[in-house]
Structures are given as C-alpha cells and as structure tokens.
C-alpha cells in the first residue's frame, strides 16, 4: 500500500467515526428510538471493507463513551458486527436494490442479538437510548424484560440499520465515479 492510499483510508475512517459520534450525540440528545451510531461503519464498509469500518465503529464507540455516553463503550462488540457484517453483505451484493432490505436484515440480526443481551444483562433494558422507553412500555404491559429487550432491539436496530444503508448509498452515489473506481480497484488488489 502506498503513502497515498493509507492517507485516504485514515481520512475516511476519521469521517466515519465523525459521523458515528454526531449521529449518536443527535440520537442521545432528542431520546430517538434509533442509534444513528453506525452511519459512517457502513461507509466505511462500503468502500474499504470490513477490516476499516470495524476499526471505524470501536473507535466512535470509545470516543462516545468517554465523551458523552458511556454506555457506548459496553456496546462496541455490535459495532464489530456491524463492520464485518455490513462489509460483507455490499461485497455480496445485498446492499444495493431489491436485495437490500433482505441484506440489512441479515446483517441487522446477529448486531440485535448482541446488543439485546448486552442492554438485557448489563443494563436490566435501560440504557441511554431512546429506544428504552420502547422497552419500559413493553414491560408495563408484563412483556418479560429479556423479550421487550430482544423484541425493540430486532425493531429498532433494523429501523436504524436500514436507514444508515439508505444514508450511504445516497452518499456513495454522490461521489465521483472515478473516486469509485478507485475504492473498487484497492479491493480488487486486496483479494486478488
């Protein structure tokens, strides 16, 4: 890899986890039922793999936990998933299209199921998302917790997911297709 390219991928990690940072902050600030915590891990997976985007979502975890929401830290190893996860549905394909609501919900369930018994097991359901008030509704109406947890984390992590999804390919779309190609030839040298 030459200079040029560790440079880019750098800059576009730093945007990414950017991104993961104010999106949470703007989730944790209006109580949203949604993370907005992975926008720039799907970026990053979209257009460097799973290995960077997976780098991406730990570092905007850590940053976030020690800066304005610690519950963050605990919720890394969903952003772990999410990298690799996400990075390997856009090289399947399942990103892109009629395949991509099929492809969000692939990579959307293992991350729901981590962050279910982590949210479950750690917090009792109550965490600094809005996504807890979903949780306490549930439990009046003597939903047991672990299944009120399990139930709004499958809703809101594929609400969030898909969004992310849509957020990205709007962006990538955006960009300059020889910026494009640029990203598609690094992957091509990586695998080939």
């Known amino acids: 890899m030459n200079k040029s390219m560790n440079t880019r991928n750098l800059t576009l990690m730093a945007m990414g986890i950017s991104l993961n940072i104010i999106g949470a902050l703007i ?4 109580r949203l039922p949604i993370y907005l915590d992975s926008i720039g891990t799907i970026l990053v997976a979209c257009l460097l793999g799973p290995k960077f985007a997976v780098m991406t979502g730990v570092c905007g975890s850590l940053v976030s936990g020690m800066t304005f929401d610690p519950y963050s830290l605990y919720f ?3 952003q772990i998933s999410t990298g690799i996860l ?3 549905m856009y090289e399947k394909g399942f990103l892109s299209g009629k395949k991509t609501p ?3 919900f ?3 369930l293992p991350t729901s199921i981590i962050s279910a018994v982590i949210a479950a097991f750690l917090f009792g359901g109550v965490t600094s998302s809005g996504s807890s008030y979903i949780v306490q509704i549930l439990s009046h109406f003597n939903v047991p917790m672990v299944v009120s947890v399990f139930i709004t984390q499958v ?5 969030d997911k898909f969004l992310a999804v849509v957020l990205v390919a709007l962006g990538v779309a955006a960009l300059p297709k020889s910026y494009k190609l640029s990203f598609k030839q690094k992957v091509n040298e990586q695998h080939g």
């Open 86 to 88: 996400a990075g390997l």
């Open 102 to 104: 099929f492809g969000v």
């Open 27 to 30: 989730a944790l600030t209006l």
């Open 76 to 78: 890394a190893p969903v």
């Open 155 to 159: 809703c809101t992590d594929y609400a």
């Open 106 to 108: 692939i990579f959307t």
